[in-house]
């Protein structure tokens, strides 16, 4: 299993950016694919999931109506659409598969996301 972030950076508050993952090794388009994010110090949280077939959504309260998760299960690839950032987003973001279900994580070498003016 390997996952590869890309898409992170330096953004103005209100400004917005587009996280994307690339899945390889795993059967991707049947498992629920998340983001995760992590500051210095602090426990990682999942901001983000979609499931497969069908791909309903979960967010995390403090980005839902900002934040958009999608994939692309014939590219094997999930995206994060982040709008509105605020500095509170800064953090290291992850993609993540738990494979088989129940098993073990996989984690990608995760993306720094920075919202500063």
């Known amino acids: 299993v390997q996952l590869v972030e890309s898409g992170g950076g330096l953004v103005q508050p209100g400004g917005s950016l587009r996280l994307s993952c690339a899945a390889s090794g795993f059967p991707f388009a049947i498992f629920v694919m998340n983001w995760y994010r992590q500051t210095p110090g602090k426990e990682r949280h999942a901001v983000a999931a979609i499931q497969p077939v069908g791909g309903h959504e979960w967010y995390a309260d403090s980005v839902q109506g900002r934040f958009t998760i999608s994939r692309d299960d014939g590219e094997k690839m999930v995206y994060l659409e982040m709008n509105n950032l605020q500095p509170s987003d800064t953090a290291v973001y992850y993609c993540?598969?738990?494979?088989?279900?129940?098993?073990?994580?996989?984690w990608g070498q995760g993306t720094q996301v920075t919202v500063s003016p």
């Open positions: 993540n598969v738990q494979f088989p279900p129940g098993g073990r994580d996989y």
